[in-house]
Protein backbone atom coordinates (compact mmCIF):
# COMPACT_ATOMS: atom_id res chain seq x y z
CA UNK A 1 0.00 0.00 0.00
CA UNK A 2 1.21 3.47 -0.94
CA UNK A 3 1.79 6.06 1.74
CA UNK A 4 -1.32 7.92 0.25
CA UNK A 5 -3.37 4.56 0.05
CA UNK A 6 -2.26 4.37 3.74
CA UNK A 7 -3.14 7.77 5.33
CA UNK A 8 -6.63 7.61 3.05
CA UNK A 9 -7.53 4.22 4.83
CA UNK A 10 -6.97 5.84 8.27
CA UNK A 11 -8.79 9.53 7.55
CA UNK A 12 -11.92 8.95 5.26
CA UNK A 13 -12.82 6.37 7.82
CA UNK A 14 -12.76 8.68 10.89
CA UNK A 15 -14.22 11.47 8.58
CA UNK A 16 -16.96 9.12 7.95
CA UNK A 17 -17.60 8.35 12.09
CA UNK A 18 -17.11 11.94 12.93
CA UNK A 19 -18.87 13.60 10.29
CA UNK A 20 -21.50 11.03 9.10
CA UNK A 21 -20.13 11.80 5.19
CA UNK A 22 -22.30 10.96 2.40
CA UNK A 23 -21.41 11.06 -1.17
CA UNK A 24 -23.79 11.20 -4.33
CA UNK A 25 -22.14 10.89 -7.93
CA UNK A 26 -19.44 8.71 -8.03
CA UNK A 27 -20.65 7.54 -11.43
CA UNK A 28 -19.26 10.25 -12.61
CA UNK A 29 -15.88 9.96 -11.68
CA UNK A 30 -14.58 8.68 -14.72
CA UNK A 31 -13.22 5.07 -14.71
CA UNK A 32 -9.54 5.49 -16.21
CA UNK A 33 -7.91 8.46 -17.71
CA UNK A 34 -6.83 11.30 -16.12
CA UNK A 35 -9.33 14.32 -15.03
CA UNK A 36 -8.91 17.20 -13.06
CA UNK A 37 -11.18 17.25 -9.58
CA UNK A 38 -12.79 20.79 -8.85
CA UNK A 39 -14.36 21.38 -5.30
CA UNK A 40 -15.53 23.64 -3.61
CA UNK A 41 -13.46 25.29 -0.78
CA UNK A 42 -15.09 26.02 2.91
CA UNK A 43 -12.78 24.16 5.49
CA UNK A 44 -9.33 23.16 5.82
CA UNK A 45 -10.43 19.60 5.86
CA UNK A 46 -12.01 19.58 2.07
CA UNK A 47 -9.01 17.87 0.99
CA UNK A 48 -10.09 14.79 2.75
CA UNK A 49 -13.66 14.99 1.75
CA UNK A 50 -13.21 15.64 -1.82
CA UNK A 51 -10.74 12.18 -1.49
CA UNK A 52 -13.96 10.41 -1.23
CA UNK A 53 -14.39 10.60 -4.70
CA UNK A 54 -11.68 8.07 -5.57
CA UNK A 55 -9.38 5.55 -4.40
CA UNK A 56 -6.80 6.81 -6.72
CA UNK A 57 -4.25 9.34 -5.69
CA UNK A 58 -5.22 12.86 -6.01
CA UNK A 59 -2.28 15.53 -6.69
CA UNK A 60 -4.17 18.35 -4.91
CA UNK A 61 -2.54 21.79 -5.50
CA UNK A 62 -1.49 23.07 -1.70
CA UNK A 63 -0.23 26.50 -0.57
CA UNK A 64 2.96 27.10 -0.23
CA UNK A 65 2.97 27.88 3.25
CA UNK A 66 2.08 24.07 4.56
CA UNK A 67 5.50 23.48 2.86
CA UNK A 68 7.63 25.93 5.42
CA UNK A 69 8.77 23.33 7.72
CA UNK A 70 10.34 20.06 7.51
CA UNK A 71 7.51 17.83 8.28
CA UNK A 72 5.31 19.79 6.32
CA UNK A 73 7.31 19.55 3.51
CA UNK A 74 8.18 15.82 4.05
CA UNK A 75 4.28 15.06 4.76
CA UNK A 76 2.57 17.03 1.89
CA UNK A 77 5.11 15.96 -0.51
CA UNK A 78 4.93 12.14 0.02
CA UNK A 79 0.94 12.74 -0.33
CA UNK A 80 1.58 14.13 -3.67
CA UNK A 81 0.59 17.73 -3.09
CA UNK A 82 2.14 20.17 -5.59
CA UNK A 83 3.30 23.41 -4.06
CA UNK A 84 1.56 26.52 -5.57
CA UNK A 85 2.50 30.25 -4.76
CA UNK A 86 -1.03 31.55 -4.76
CA UNK A 87 -2.11 35.07 -6.22
CA UNK A 88 0.95 34.74 -8.78
CA UNK A 89 1.27 32.56 -11.86
CA UNK A 90 3.04 29.91 -10.68
CA UNK A 91 4.64 28.63 -13.89
CA UNK A 92 6.38 25.93 -11.61
CA UNK A 93 3.29 24.13 -10.18
CA UNK A 94 1.98 24.22 -13.76
CA UNK A 95 4.72 22.66 -15.21
CA UNK A 96 3.93 20.27 -12.02
CA UNK A 97 0.31 19.56 -12.98
CA UNK A 98 0.91 18.68 -16.48
CA UNK A 99 3.58 16.13 -15.49
CA UNK A 100 0.87 14.61 -13.12
CA UNK A 101 -1.53 14.61 -15.55
CA UNK A 102 0.60 13.28 -18.10
CA UNK A 103 2.07 10.46 -16.00
CA UNK A 104 -1.80 9.34 -15.52
CA UNK A 105 -2.97 10.72 -11.84
CA UNK A 106 -5.92 12.73 -11.18
CA UNK A 107 -5.26 16.42 -10.56
CA UNK A 108 -7.18 18.14 -7.63
CA UNK A 109 -7.40 22.26 -8.05
CA UNK A 110 -9.72 24.31 -5.67
CA UNK A 111 -10.67 26.96 -8.61
CA UNK A 112 -11.94 29.42 -5.91
CA UNK A 113 -7.99 29.52 -5.22
CA UNK A 114 -8.54 29.72 -1.12
CA UNK A 115 -11.24 28.91 1.27
CA UNK A 116 -14.56 30.90 0.92
CA UNK A 117 -17.24 31.57 2.98
CA UNK A 118 -21.27 31.79 1.92
CA UNK A 119 -22.71 30.24 -0.54
CA UNK A 120 -21.96 31.64 -3.30
CA UNK A 121 -19.23 30.10 -5.92
CA UNK A 122 -17.30 33.46 -7.82
CA UNK A 123 -14.11 34.60 -8.92
CA UNK A 124 -12.93 31.47 -9.85
CA UNK A 125 -9.40 31.36 -10.23
CA UNK A 126 -8.33 30.53 -14.60
CA UNK A 127 -5.97 27.95 -13.54
CA UNK A 128 -8.32 24.91 -13.55
CA UNK A 129 -9.31 25.60 -17.09
CA UNK A 130 -6.70 26.63 -18.41
CA UNK A 131 -5.22 23.18 -17.71
CA UNK A 132 -8.06 21.50 -18.78
CA UNK A 133 -8.34 23.19 -22.48
CA UNK A 134 -4.71 22.85 -22.81
CA UNK A 135 -4.33 19.33 -21.73
CA UNK A 136 -7.66 18.01 -23.37
CA UNK A 137 -9.11 16.54 -19.47
CA UNK A 138 -12.03 17.08 -18.05
CA UNK A 139 -13.13 18.93 -15.04
CA UNK A 140 -15.24 16.92 -12.74
CA UNK A 141 -17.22 19.41 -10.27
CA UNK A 142 -17.42 18.44 -6.21
CA UNK A 143 -19.67 20.26 -4.05
CA UNK A 144 -18.75 19.50 0.07
CA UNK A 145 -21.83 20.92 2.07
CA UNK A 146 -21.67 21.15 5.68
CA UNK A 147 -17.55 21.69 5.94
CA UNK A 148 -18.17 25.28 6.67
CA UNK A 149 -19.77 24.78 9.86
CA UNK A 150 -16.45 22.75 11.37
CA UNK A 151 -14.91 25.93 12.65
CA UNK A 152 -15.92 29.31 12.07
CA UNK A 153 -14.57 32.27 12.44
CA UNK A 154 -14.10 33.12 16.23
CA UNK A 155 -15.23 28.99 17.16
CA UNK A 156 -12.03 28.04 19.75
CA UNK A 157 -13.57 24.24 19.28
CA UNK A 158 -14.75 22.31 16.50
CA UNK A 159 -18.46 21.17 15.51
CA UNK A 160 -19.09 17.60 14.11
CA UNK A 161 -21.71 19.10 11.75
CA UNK A 162 -23.07 15.93 8.84
CA UNK A 163 -21.00 16.64 5.70
CA UNK A 164 -22.33 15.97 2.24
CA UNK A 165 -20.26 15.58 -0.96
CA UNK A 166 -21.98 16.00 -4.32
CA UNK A 167 -20.12 14.99 -7.58
CA UNK A 168 -21.21 16.71 -10.98
CA UNK A 169 -21.00 15.21 -14.41
CA UNK A 170 -17.76 15.68 -16.26
CA UNK A 171 -16.98 18.97 -18.21
CA UNK A 172 -15.39 18.15 -21.43
CA UNK A 173 -13.41 20.98 -22.64
CA UNK A 174 -13.91 21.75 -25.91
CA UNK A 175 -11.19 20.57 -28.75
CA UNK A 176 -8.70 23.32 -29.58
CA UNK A 177 -6.44 23.82 -32.82
CA UNK A 178 -3.52 24.97 -30.49
CA UNK A 179 -4.72 28.20 -30.13
CA UNK A 180 -6.16 28.97 -27.06
CA UNK A 181 -7.79 32.42 -26.47
CA UNK A 182 -8.01 34.16 -23.03
CA UNK A 183 -12.02 33.97 -24.11
CA UNK A 184 -11.57 29.92 -24.08
CA UNK A 185 -10.11 30.06 -21.09
CA UNK A 186 -13.04 32.53 -19.22
CA UNK A 187 -16.41 30.84 -20.95
CA UNK A 188 -14.93 27.34 -19.25
CA UNK A 189 -14.19 29.16 -16.01
CA UNK A 190 -17.72 30.05 -16.46
CA UNK A 191 -19.16 27.03 -17.06
CA UNK A 192 -17.38 25.15 -14.12
CA UNK A 193 -18.40 28.23 -11.88
CA UNK A 194 -22.51 27.37 -12.71
CA UNK A 195 -21.17 23.43 -12.41
CA UNK A 196 -19.61 23.52 -9.23
CA UNK A 197 -22.31 25.98 -7.51
CA UNK A 198 -25.27 23.57 -8.38
CA UNK A 199 -23.14 21.17 -6.75
CA UNK A 200 -22.11 23.21 -3.61
CA UNK A 201 -26.20 23.92 -3.27
CA UNK A 202 -27.42 20.63 -3.86
CA UNK A 203 -24.49 19.80 -1.47
CA UNK A 204 -25.33 22.45 1.17
CA UNK A 205 -29.29 21.33 1.17
CA UNK A 206 -28.68 17.82 1.51
CA UNK A 207 -26.38 18.50 4.79
CA UNK A 208 -28.66 21.09 6.41
CA UNK A 209 -31.58 18.37 5.24
CA UNK A 210 -33.47 21.24 3.61
CA UNK A 211 -33.91 19.41 0.42
CA UNK A 212 -33.46 15.31 -0.24
CA UNK A 213 -30.41 13.51 -1.23
CA UNK A 214 -29.33 13.66 -5.43
CA UNK A 215 -30.66 10.99 -7.58
CA UNK A 216 -26.98 9.35 -7.32
CA UNK A 217 -27.23 8.75 -3.75
CA UNK A 218 -27.38 5.21 -2.54
CA UNK A 219 -30.46 4.24 -1.23
CA UNK A 220 -28.77 3.35 2.69
CA UNK A 221 -28.04 7.41 2.45
CA UNK A 222 -31.54 8.13 1.60
CA UNK A 223 -33.36 6.08 4.15
CA UNK A 224 -31.17 8.13 7.00
CA UNK A 225 -31.72 10.99 5.61
CA UNK A 226 -35.25 10.78 5.15
CA UNK A 227 -35.46 9.74 8.75
CA UNK A 228 -33.59 12.29 9.98
CA UNK A 229 -35.95 15.19 8.33
CA UNK A 230 -38.69 13.25 10.00
CA UNK A 231 -37.26 13.50 13.23
CA UNK A 232 -37.16 17.68 13.25
CA UNK A 233 -40.63 18.12 12.25
Not at 63 to 71: A, C, G, L, Q, S
Not at 105 to 127: H, K, Q, Y
Request: charged share 25%; with cysteine.
Amino acid sequence: MTFYGGVRAIVLPLCRLLFRVQVAGLEHIPSSGVYILAPSHRSMLDPAFAAFATPRRIRFMAKREIFTTRVGRSLFSALGAIEVDRGTTDRGALRASKAALESGEPLGIFPEGTRRDGPAVENLFDGCAYLALKLGVPMVPVGIGGSELIMPTGRLLPRLPRVTVVIGTPIEPPATTGVRRRSDVGGLADILRERLQECLDEATGWAAGTQGPPAGAPPAERSDVAAERREHR
